[in-house]
């Protein structure tokens, strides 16, 4: 029987990469994961309250692109945070991000441009449904460096014309994972005016826009509309998931030009897989209430002040300005994260496995990546145990 050949050049997927490095060897203490960008805070205490209320519309086919409720709530939400008005008819409701980010490629990324292959620029290191889903579409994925001499986002406006003249889409992710960078709004605005001269699209995911340090991060469609960017250029992404600590939610959302949504809404009535309406209920009420995102933010703040501590005098470390991952330097990812679950049980995720290797090079090989969503003193402890294995 023969396979498609489109997929036959992807890597094993990440976590099963892990699981054949360390489980073969016994964990030198008590397990902790660190590996998983799981949420472990509470979920908002309204969850099960609304899920009752609505429960008897689990018998009946969910709305397809989200309830009226729901996409205002959205629209809503996205005025407060980014001052910009999207309105509902320009927003889709997503069973989780990662079917949005694929989908949208499948249903906005052309077979040719100019008469050529068409390539889907992606940051390098990257989440991965990014490159699966320029596979799908039979695209060129260009892997761009997203590393410390560009800020730790890619540098797509130094890439060569021939390249972006055949560009079709663009991931950006802001905060990025895994290195918790975020997108000024002058690094936005250059790459949305790139984006008209080129003629291509910015996927913004921006899953992580509200667990940050500092300041809020600029959005996308914020940035174009400041810019006046025709909103065709853009579409956005974001999720229930890191900001309300409900990852088995599988709630998201996609919002993007009258054309563009148009076309993502056709794709999804023949293929899509819509939320139950209950938990579109439980997603209306969790976009229109702001108070669990800010003890959620709060708590996230705390540990990256324990963080800074933990790792003062590091060389090369960096706290990150949002999202809830350690980028941590080492001299190689793989062999440091053997030794530290040998020595310890700390479990954590080699860089190179977020990337890819071009022209030689991996850009996260000497990386590793940490994700603090355990409770305050469990990753206060594993922080200073992974600190004293590998760097004392």
């Known amino acids: 029987m023969d396979f498609p050949e489109r997929f036959s050049n992807l890597p094993e997927y990440a976590f099963p990469?892990?699981?054949?490095?360390?489980?073969?060897?016994?964990?030198?203490?008590?397990?902790?994961?660190?590996?998983?960008?799981?949420?472990?805070?509470?979920?908002?205490?309204?969850?099960?309250?609304?899920?009752?209320?609505?429960?008897?519309?689990?018998?009946?086919?969910?709305?397809?692109?989200?309830?009226?409720?729901?996409?205002?709530?959205?629209?809503?939400?996205?005025?407060?945070?980014?001052?910009?008005?999207?309105?509902?008819?320009?927003?889709?409701?997503?069973?989780?991000?990662?079917?949005?980010?694929?989908?949208?490629?499948?249903?906005?990324?052309?077979?040719k441009k100019r008469?050529?292959?068409?390539?889907?620029?992606?940051?390098?290191?990257?989440?991965?449904?990014?490159?699966?889903?320029?596979?799908?579409?039979?695209?060129?994925?260009?892997?761009v460096p997203a590393a410390a001499e560009t800020g730790f986002l890619p540098d797509y406006a130094g890439l060569p014309a021939e390249i972006l003249d055949r560009t079709t889409v663009a991931y950006l992710c802001s905060p990025s994972?895994?290195?918790?960078?975020?997108?000024?709004?002058?690094?936005?605005?250059?790459?949305?005016?790139?984006?008209?001269?080129?003629?291509?699209?910015?996927?913004?995911?921006?899953?992580?826009?509200?667990?940050?340090r500092e300041a809020p991060p600029p959005g996308a469609a914020q940035v174009a509309a400041e810019e006046g960017i025709d909103p065709e250029r853009v579409v956005i992404f974001h999720s229930l998931s890191k900001r309300s600590n409900l990852p088995g939610l599988r709630s998201g959302f996609v919002a993007a030009g009258p054309e563009s949504i148009k076309h993502i809404r056709r794709l999804r009535a023949y293929s899509g897989a819509p939320l139950p309406q209950p938990l579109q209920r439980v997603a209306e009420r969790a976009w229109a209430d702001e108070a669990h995102v800010e003890e959620n933010r709060r708590l996230y703040v705390e540990k990256f002040a324990i963080a800074g501590e933990i790792f003062a005098g590091v060389p090369r470390f960096q706290l990150?300005?949002?999202?809830?991952?350690?980028?941590l330097p080492v001299e190689d990812g793989e062999a440091a994260a053997l030794k530290l679950w040998r020595e310890t049980g700390i479990r954590v995720l080699p860089g190179a496995y977020l990337a890819r290797e071009v022209d030689g090079d991996n850009p996260g090989k000497t990386f590793i990546r940490v994700a603090m969503v355990a409770p305050k003193e469990e990753t206060q402890r594993g922080l200073t145990e992974l600190r004293d294995c590998l760097y004392g």
């Open 17 to 111: 990469r892990l699981r054949a490095l360390l489980d073969s060897h016994e964990p030198g203490g008590e397990v902790l994961a660190m590996s998983i960008g799981e949420p472990r805070h509470p979920m908002p205490g309204f969850v099960g309250e609304v899920i009752a209320q609505s429960l008897g519309e689990f018998a009946k086919y969910p709305a397809n692109d989200g309830t009226p409720e729901l996409l205002d709530a959205i629209s809503g939400w996205l005025k407060r945070r980014f001052e910009v008005a999207i309105g509902p008819e320009r927003i889709m409701a997503l069973n989780g991000t990662r079917e949005g980010l694929y989908n949208a490629a499948m249903a906005l990324s052309p077979e």
């Open 115 to 143: 008469g050529m292959q068409p390539v889907i620029l992606i940051p390098n290191p990257f989440y991965q449904v990014y490159a699966v889903a320029a596979a799908a579409v039979g695209a060129e994925p260009v892997f």
């Open 177 to 212: 994972n895994p290195q918790g960078a975020v997108a000024s709004r002058a690094y936005l605005a250059e790459l949305l005016h790139l984006a008209e001269k080129h003629d291509f699209i910015i996927f913004a995911d921006e899953c992580y826009s509200e667990i940050w």
């Open 320 to 327: 990150p300005e949002g999202g809830f991952f350690l980028w």
